[in-house]
């Protein structure tokens, strides 16, 4: 995250990235576009993602393929709609239910301190401990193939983030004087967090959430492709690539179809907050 | 004593983080052998004694061998037990002991990490200083538009698509196993390009930092070459951000391993791992994935040692 205290020192000009200006309205525009494709789904194209026929098998594009087909002739348009609906729906749901309890949680350690911050602070260093796709991998592995193993264990994995980022910062707002003084006051809980705490940490909450969506979609992707996550015949972008590898030398435009689906989504995500996550 | 407590502290935490990671793998090892279906005891017995030899006798053997019999929570302390004995049992697919199948994928998985690393080091150094020294200029630009892009691509994705180009099209590098050092340059080039995708950005944050640090000008107004001044005096000051960087990346280092193993059919740990849990071989699971987090805390440990080595301010902090 931003390191404040450094950049102060520096001359800003010097010091900044420079600014890629459309990159935001690009990001922007991608994730509406992918949005849209997933909110339609395969209806879309009007094509049926598992409906196979064996005769029509790799068939380049047509008026009836957009996109052509698979080697079991299932057409690629409709799987990989059906992909982007189920990628970015876990996506959106895991953004939400790390999100919420890693703020709160976050909020919580800041204001009560003492015992119940070290007991949370231990907890995010658990899951810390491991590397997070080593975790999924492992908690995804209890029960394979479903998909709620695979959703619970991302969230796990994902809540830590902001609960760190708001943890760390709920502790320098509730430091300053301002919001000493609104204590004093008897002011609220609610309206400190909402004076003070939301307008600082949002912006930055924003810029976890969307790399944690990124994070979200690459790692059922992986685990699809390694076939420990989501199982065939499900269309999903992992799956379709580890399916679609063995056709590389004949056909190559079909493995780089689920593989152009998954860099356009994540780079979307990071475009739309500002491309790159300042290490 | 005061020097040497931070040391000390150090190795603590990371000793702190090594039994973590052996309880929560030995944890969901253990809740994925309860959540296996069908009998445990019959599964290990024909793990162990082939299926044809094996029968509701040898079962029952088994059973009362491991105490299969004894409530959830009792086997679970057992298992824990053995873990802390450095007992990680036999593979229930091959009947081999776990430490032996580790112990070769080791070597393997180590010499992808460090192709990786030194790919991606000999990628972000160069780029990072010709983009920080001129902040703002078009080198900055270009790679920074290039980073963004390299860091939306999916380690595994990155693996297929170089093997697309490099192996399948310009048949320049073999595709998958390993029977020569060429085999090692795909792999390590897609580990080590989604590694400097970022770390180039750290180094040229770093050089921007110490180029415009008053100790730069102060050497050059003594009268050093820019030349000098960069290879003696920035390059060491911006090495602190990038080691402890490299640190950071670890993770990814990891993850990366696990997944481009498996694309490339590397002999390693991440790919056995993959496999272990495809074939519901839990030893073997439970073993690599207990190597894999050691190895994550042992590379830790040496990145807070290298960053003491580098900066003699870190020592008595």
């Known amino acids: ?279 | 004593m005061t020097a040497a407590r931070p040391f000390l502290a150090a190795l603590a935490q990371r000793g702190l983080q090594a039994l973590i990671v052996a309880v929560i793998v030995g944890i969901v090892s253990f809740a994925m052998m309860q959540a296996l279906p069908g009998d445990a005891a019959y599964r290990i017995a024909a793990g162990r004694y082939g299926y044809d030899m094996m029968d509701a006798a040898a079962a029952e053997a088994v059973r009362l061998e491991l105490g299969l019999d004894r409530h959830w929570s009792v086997q679970l302390f057992a298992w824990l037990g053995a873990l802390a004995q450095f007992d990680l049992g036999r593979s229930l697919v091959y009947g081999s002991p776990v430490v032996d199948e580790i112990a070769v994928q080791l070597g393997y998985s180590l010499l992808l990490a460090a192709g990786a690393v030194i790919t991606s080091l000999l990628i972000a150094v160069p780029v990072g200083v010709a983009a920080g020294m001129k902040p703002g200029g078009v080198v900055d630009r270009v790679t920074l538009a290039l980073s963004v892009f390299v860091r939306a691509i999916p380690a595994f994705a990155l693996g297929v698509v170089l093997v697309l180009a490099f192996a399948v099209q310009l048949k320049l590098f073999p595709v998958a196993g390993f029977r020569g050092p060429e085999h090692l340059v795909l792999p390590s080039l897609t580990l080590g390009l989604g590694l400097a995708a970022v770390s180039n950005r750290v180094v040229r944050d770093a050089v921007v930092d110490a180029m415009a640090a008053e100790w730069q000008l102060f050497a050059r107004t003594k009268g050093l070459s820019a030349r000098f001044t960069v290879l003696r005096h920035v390059l060491r000051n911006a090495s602190l951000p990038v080691v402890t960087y490299v640190g950071v990346q670890m993770a990814y280092l990891i993850e990366g391993v696990v997944i481009v193993e498996t694309v490339f059919a590397w002999p390693g740990i991440g790919h056995a791992l993959v496999h272990a849990i495809f074939a519901r071989d839990i030893a073997m699971v439970q073993g690599t994935a207990l190597t894999l987090g050691l190895i994550y805390v042992a590379l830790n440990l040496a990145i807070d040692l290298a960053c003491r080595g580098i900066d003699p301010r870190t020592r008595s902090a």
Not at chain 1, 107 to 115: E, L, N, P, T
Not at chain 1, 247 to 264: D, G, H, K, S
């Open chain 1, 1 to 279: 995250m931003t390191d404040f205290t450094q950049i102060d020192a520096m001359p800003p000009a010097r010091r900044s990235w420079p600014r890629i200006r459309p990159a935001r309205g690009l990001g922007f525009t991608l994730l509406a576009l992918l949005a849209l494709c997933a909110v339609a789904g395969p209806d879309l194209v009007g094509q049926d993602p598992a409906k196979q026929s064996l005769l029509e098998a790799r068939q380049p594009p047509s008026a009836d393929n957009l996109l052509g087909t698979d080697h079991l002739g299932r057409d690629m348009a409709a799987r990989l709609l059906s992909g982007a609906q189920l990628s970015l729906s876990l996506a959106v749901l895991s953004v939400l239910t790390a999100g919420l309890p890693g703020t709160l949680l976050g909020i919580v350690a800041a204001w009560y301190g003492g015992w119940t911050d070290r007991v949370l602070t231990s907890f995010a260093d658990a899951v810390l401990a491991l590397p997070g796709l080593l975790l999924v991998l492992m908690l995804a592995a209890i029960s394979p193939g479903s998909w709620w193993a695979l959703y619970a264990g991302i969230s796990l994995t994902l809540w830590v983030e902001y609960f760190r980022y708001t943890r760390q910062r709920a502790r320098i707002v509730m430091a300053e004087p301002a919001v000493e003084a609104s204590r004093l006051l008897g002011l609220t809980p609610g309206l400190i967090i909402r004076r003070h705490l939301v307008p600082e940490i949002g912006p930055g909450l924003l810029t976890i959430a969307a790399f944690g969506a990124a994070t979200a979609v690459t790692a059922v992707a992986a685990l699809g492709f390694v076939s420990v996550g989501v199982r065939p015949p499900t269309a999903e972008w992992g799956v379709m690539m580890t399916e679609l590898l063995p056709y590389w030398r004949e056909a190559p435009f079909l493995i780089l179809q689920p593989v152009a689906c998954l860099v356009i989504t994540v780079l979307a995500l990071h475009l739309s907050v500002g491309g790159m996550r300042r290490p």
